[in-house]
């Protein structure tokens, strides 16, 4: 297999897109990674997307992207799994060039949920659960990580109020993001008073329904010299793992653990070579506060049962020792589901290249990325380091 690196980035504002489309959003990303990129040609293009047919009644949305990035006639694929979509085009990609076969490949997610009604939009997420078992009783997937939680809070005698801490994070850092949704910081009080939306969950312990598109531009670092001619320092995806687990909640062996999202981290840590002490970054999963706790614990940044009292301790800030969401995070940057895999990317690489702003961590030299389908029914976990 051969190394593959990151030559180009390209990101929008999460934001509600009311009058441009799938297509639209997908090329502005695409465009800008690619002209970053200092590479001519694109060999072939993997789009992460989770709900274009349930919402905007799109097939075939590789083939369209392509062509309206003017790249007709390339190899072109859709690749879903939940909100884990853009994740696994990048990992789809990076197998690509690292197999041999391209020389370089471009991963782009998109979502665009706002322009739907909210039951659409809440019925379409609930396609990610185990549709006989779970989204047929009424499941959505707050409901399930509302179960999720209470059933943490109990097991491990954890307060509601810990969990706030998740998105303060998110939102303390999101402040510097202009691609951001929120860009405002939230006080402890406003957390406690805020509406439930599932009984322990409240409106700050989700992440919000937005639009968005993200990408990037890989190339085999053996054929760096001869296909670019510019761009910046080129970023070394070091692992690139996938694991599963069932869709079903009640399926697993312990709800509380996030079986997929554990194998990931531990085959991308070995195929990085590094262990939990080296990484300076986790871009977390944080779709839901229990999410970013059970994240936390799956891929061994805290013990079993301590995610959230870690967190609330300080040690997930900027400047503390496991730093998370450095722009927000999918609570504050928001989680345009196929897209979300490719921001935490983007973001983990803009960090490498000391590009962050005020949300920089000092001498980073290792980022963790992992991107959860559903409630943890797919993760797809990388790690990149500068080249």
Not at 34 to 56: K, P
Not at 140 to 154: E, G, I, K, Q
Not at 166 to 185: D, E, I, L
Not at 221 to 250: F, M, Q, Y
């Amino acid at each position: 297999m051969r190394e593959v690196a990151i030559v180009g980035i390209g990101q929008i504002p999460v934001r509600e897109y009311w009058s441009r489309s799938l297509r639209h959003i997908a090329h502005d990303a695409l465009q800008a990674a690619w002209q970053e990129s200092g590479i001519e040609e694109i060999d072939t293009l993997y789009v992460g997307n989770a709900l274009a047919d349930e919402l905007s009644g799109q097939k075939q949305l590789a083939a369209l992207v392509a062509d309206f990035a003017g790249q007709r006639g390339i190899a072109a694929a859709r690749v879903e799994a939940g909100d884990a979509s853009g994740a696994l085009a990048l990992h789809q990609a990076y197998l690509a060039v690292a197999s041999g076969l391209y020389d370089t490949a471009m991963a782009v997610g998109v979502e665009q949920m706002s322009a739907a009604l909210p039951v659409e939009t809440i019925s379409a997420t609930a396609c990610f659960l185990d549709q006989e078992y779970e989204a047929a009783m009424g499941a959505t997937l707050n409901t399930v990580f509302a179960l999720m939680m209470r059933r943490y809070m109990h097991e491990f005698d954890v307060p509601r109020e810990t969990f706030f801490v998740f998105p303060a994070t998110a939102h303390r850092n999101g402040v510097n993001n202009s691609n951001a949704m929120y860009r405002k910081a939230i006080k402890e009080s406003t957390y406690a008073r805020v509406g439930m939306v599932s009984d322990p969950l409240n409106r700050f312990d989700v992440a919000p329904i937005c639009d968005g598109a993200a990408a990037v531009m890989l190339c085999a670092v053996d054929k760096l010299a001869d296909l670019r001619s510019n761009g910046p320092e080129p970023t070394r995806i070091a692992a690139s793992a996938v694991a599963t687990d069932s869709i079903a909640l009640h399926d697993r062996q312990d709800p509380l653990f996030l079986e997929a999202a554990f194998i990931s981290s531990q085959l991308a840590f070995r195929q990085a070579t590094l262990n939990q002490t080296d990484i300076q970054l986790f871009e977390l999963h944080d779709s839901s506060s229990i999410m970013a706790a059970l994240s936390l614990e799956a891929c061994g940044l805290a013990p079993r049962g301590e995610g959230a009292r870690m967190a609330a301790d300080g040690l997930i800030a900027l400047d503390g020792p496991v730093p998370i969401s450095s722009m927000g995070g999918l609570k504050a940057r928001g989680n345009p589901a196929g897209a979300t895999g490719l921001y935490q990317i983007v973001e983990v690489v803009q960090q490498l290249r000391g590009k962050a702003g005020a949300n920089q961590i000092a001498d980073i030299h290792a980022g963790l990325a992992q991107s959860i389908g559903g409630s943890g029914a797919t993760a797809v976990t990388h790690i990149l380091t500068p080249l």
